[in-house]
């Protein structure tokens, strides 16, 4: 049973530059199996040359070692050499939205943040007297 990226690679499709970049991108995932995807996104091409994000400089320097069997996999599941280079780089922690355990805080333990927060509902509280 082949896998379905070397399906796709073999179909007899188009293979203009912004088709064969989409196919490179979605392919990354395959060629670098599951634990490097987990902590890597190839996110463009430029000419010949894959931009792949990766967690930290130690994921960037141990992949640099793997450079060229990732490469040789891309095309393998693409059916053809469309990335001769590969750029890792080190991407920027991504912060998930949190939720407030509170749903609005007595006060704000930081004084001057607390000191701002009154001063603004005081300035609201006169605007709206005023008003």
Do not use: C
């Given at each position: 049973?082949?896998r ?14 912004g ?7 979605a ?34 320097r ?59 509902l ?10």
């Amino acid at each position: 049973m082949q896998r379905a990226g070397r399906l796709i690679g073999k179909l007899k499709m188009s293979r203009d530059s912004g088709d064969s970049e989409a196919r490179a991108i979605a392919a990354w995932r395959v060629a670098a199996g599951k634990k490097i995807a987990e902590h890597t996104r190839a996110t463009a091409i430029v000419r010949t040359s894959l931009i792949v994000e990766v967690e930290d400089v130690v994921w960037q320097r141990q992949l640099n070692t793997l450079r060229h069997f990732l490469i040789r996999n891309l095309a393998e599941v693409l059916g053809e050499p469309l990335i001769t280079e590969i750029d890792f780089r080190p991407m920027p922690r991504r912060i998930q939205p949190q939720r407030a355990e509170v749903a609005r805080p007595g006060q704000i333990e930081d004084p001057v943040l607390d000191l701002l927060y009154r001063q603004s509902l005081y300035r609201q509280s006169r605007n709206r007297n005023s008003a």
